[in-house]
C-alpha cells in the first residue's frame, strides 16, 4: 500500500504575519526569497486577502496588485492563493455582482491560481456569484465552511453545505476554524463525515491559539484530510498556524509523503527569522500574540476577539465587567441565531454584548451594523434568531429574505465615475471601490510624489 500524501499549504505570506504582525511585512521583504519559497514543495503559498490589501495601501505605501504581480514573477511552480469573504471581497459590507466578477477576473489575471471562498454566515447564496466568476475565468475554486459550535452546526449541517458546495462546482473543500476552537475529536469526527460525501480534497486551517491545533491537524490526517494549513516556524504558533517543519517531521516519520524540502524550508526560515527580528527590533511584534489562550476553547471566542474585548472595556473603564461580558456573548450569539463568530460577525456580536453590559439594560444600545443583520442585509442566519429581540432591534420594518446583493445596483461605473483620471487602470477602480478612504490618497500620490508635502510642511510648522 502506498504511503498516503499529506500537501501543505504555508501562509507566511498572508495569514502567518497578518495574525502576528498586523499584515505589515513589505513586499521588499518577501521578495528575495520567493524562488526559494517556490522550490520547498507546498501545495500553494497564501500571499493574498484578508487584511494584505487594506495594509498594503494604508500602511505600506504599497499597490496590493503590484505585489502580486511580483510574487508571481518568481513563484513559477508553486500555486498561490488568496482568501476571499464572498460577496464582502475583501471588505465588510456587500459589493455588487459587476464588483465581485470584476474582482475575481483581475485576481486570476494577475496571478492568483485558488481562491479560498467564504461567507461569514455559511449563506451559500452570498458566494454564488464569486463561484460562478471563479469559474468562469479559469480559477480553483475552493468553496471554505467557517467552523464553529453551537446547538445547530452538528456535522450533518457541515455535511450538507459540502454537498451544495460541490454542486456549485467546488474543485477542494475547506474548513476555516478562525477561532483555534475545532478540537481533535471534533476534527476526526467531521473530517469522516465529509469524506463520506465527496471525493473533493479537503484542505484544513486552523490557529495555534488554544494549544492543540498539532493534535488537531494529526486527527484530521489520519481521518483523510488531504491539506494543511500551517506556517514556517518564524511567523508560526500563538494567532497563527502552527509550525511547517515540525509538522512534516512528525508526519513523515509516521510515514506520511509530505513531497517537501527541508533543506530549502531551512533556507527560507533562516531568512525568515531575520525579518521577524526587524519586527521585534522595532515594537511591532508584540510578545502578546505568542501566549496560549484554552480559555478560546471554553467560551469558544476567537483570541483576538478577547484582546478587543477587553480594549473596549478597558476604554470604558470597565474592565471589571469582563467575565459578564463573556457571559453575555453566548447568549447574544444564541439571539442573533448562531453565527460563526468570524469577521466581520465576531465583532458586531461582541459590541453587542459590550453594549449590554455596560449599559445595564439589554438591547438599550443597538449598532447599525446589528440593525442591518437583524433586518437580513447580511444573509440568512443558520438558525432562526430570537423573536423578542427581533422586535426591539428591528421595530416592525420589513426583513429582507432576498439574496442581500439582488438589492445591490452595479457599481464599478459609478466607481469610475468617482475616480476619473486619477484610475490608470482598472485594478485602481477596485482598489478605490473596496477602500475609498485610503486607496484615493494612495492613487493621488501614485500620480503626483509631492501632492501632500504642502500639507506635510504645514503640520510641521503648526
Same mark, same amino acid.
Given at each position: 500500500m502506498n504511503p498516503k500524501r499529506v500537501r501543505f499549504m504555508d501562509t507566511i505570506l498572508r495569514d502567518a504575519h497578518q495574525s502576528l504582525i498586523a499584515t505589515r511585512m513589505t513586499t521588499a521583504q518577501m521578495e528575495p526569497i520567493l524562488e526559494v519559497l517556490d522550490d520547498c514543495g507546498f501545495e500553494s503559498l497564501e500571499v493574498w486577502g484578508g487584511a494584505t490589501f487594506d495594509s498594503c495601501l494604508r500602511f505600506l505605501n504599497e499597490d496590493p496588485w503590484e505585489r502580486l504581480r511580483i510574487i508571481r514573477k518568481h513563484v513559477k511552480k508553486t500555486k498561490?492563493?488568496?482568501?476571499?469573504?464572498?460577496?464582502?471581497?475583501?471588505?465588510?459590507?456587500?459589493?455588487?455582482?459587476?464588483? *465581485? &466578477?470584476?474582482?475575481?477576473?483581475l485576481s486570476i489575471k494577475n496571478g492568483i491560481d485558488v481562491i479560498r471562498v467564504f461567507d461569514a454566515l455559511n449563506d451559500l447564496r452570498n458566494i454564488e456569484t464569486s463561484m460562478k466568476s471563479i469559474k468562469k475565468y479559469g480559477g480553483e475554486a475552493q468553496c471554505c465552511i467557517c467552523y464553529t459550535i453551537s446547538d445547530v452546526h452538528t456535522d450533518q449541517y457541515y455535511v450538507e453545505l459540502v454537498k451544495k458546495m460541490e454542486q456549485m462546482g467546488a474543485d477542494s473543500i475547506a474548513i476555516k476554524d478562525m477561532a483555534g476552537i475545532l478540537t481533535p475529536?471534533?476534527?476526526s469526527k467531521l473530517t469522516k463525515a465529509i469524506k463520506a460525501v465527496t471525493k473533493l480534497p479537503l484542505e484544513i486551517h486552523t490557529h495555534a491559539t488554544s494549544g492543540i491545533s498539532e493534535m488537531t491537524y494529526l486527527?484530521? *490526517? &489520519?481521518?483523510?484530510?488531504?491539506?494543511?494549513?500551517?506556517?514556517?516556524?518564524?511567523?508560526s504558533g500563538g494567532t497563527s498556524q502552527p509550525a511547517t517543519e515540525s509538522?512534516?517531521?512528525?508526519?513523515?516519520?509516521?510515514?506520511?509523503?509530505?513531497g517537501l524540502n527541508l533543506q530549502k524550508i531551512n533556507e527560507a526560515v533562516a531568512y525568515f527569522q531575520n525579518v521577524k527580528q526587524e519586527f521585534v527590533d522595532n515594537g511591532l511584534f508584540n510578545p502578546k500574540v505568542m501566549d496560549i489562550e484554552p480559555k478560546t476553547l471554553i467560551y469558544q471566542v476567537p483570541g483576538g476577539m478577547l484582546s478587543n474585548l477587553l480594549k473596549q472595556l478597558k476604554d470604558a473603564k470597565k474592565?471589571?465587567?469582563?467575565?459578564?461580558?463573556?457571559?453575555?456573548?453566548?447568549?447574544?450569539?444564541?439571539e442573533m441565531g448562531y453565527p460563526p463568530l468570524v469577521t466581520p460577525m465576531s465583532q458586531m456580536v461582541g459590541t453587542q454584548a459590550v453594549m449590554n453590559v455596560i449599559s445595564g439594560e439589554r438591547y438599550k444600545m443597538v449598532p447599525k451594523e446589528i440593525k442591518d443583520y437583524v433586518g437580513g442585509l447580511y444573509g440568512q442566519a443558520p438558525a432562526p434568531l430570537d423573536s423578542d429581540i427581533v422586535k426591539i432591534v428591528n421595530g416592525d420594518n420589513t426583513i429582507i429574505t432576498a439574496r442581500p446583493a439582488d438589492l445591490l445596483a452595479p457599481q464599478l461605473d459609478q466607481f469610475r465615475k468617482e475616480l476619473k483620471d486619477l484610475a490608470m487602470?482598472?485594478?485602481?477602480?477596485?482598489?478605490?471601490?473596496?477602500?475609498?478612504?485610503v486607496a484615493l490618497p494612495f492613487l493621488k500620490k501614485k500620480h503626483d510624489p509631492f501632492y501632500d508635502v504642502v500639507e506635510q510642511i504645514v503640520e510641521v510648522i503648526l
Open positions: 498561490l492563493q488568496m482568501l476571499l469573504r464572498g460577496q464582502n471581497l475583501l471588505g465588510y459590507k456587500h459589493y455588487s455582482d459587476d464588483v *465581485v &466578477e470584476e474582482f475575481v477576473r475529536h471534533n476534527a486527527k484530521a *490526517v &489520519e481521518a483523510g484530510a488531504d491539506i494543511i494549513d500551517t506556517a514556517l516556524s518564524p511567523f509538522l512534516m517531521i512528525a508526519l513523515e516519520e509516521m510515514g506520511y509523503e509530505t474592565e471589571n465587567l469582563f467575565k459578564e461580558v463573556l457571559e453575555e456573548i453566548p447568549r447574544v450569539r444564541k487602470s482598472e485594478e485602481d477602480v477596485l482598489s478605490y471601490g473596496l477602500f475609498p478612504a
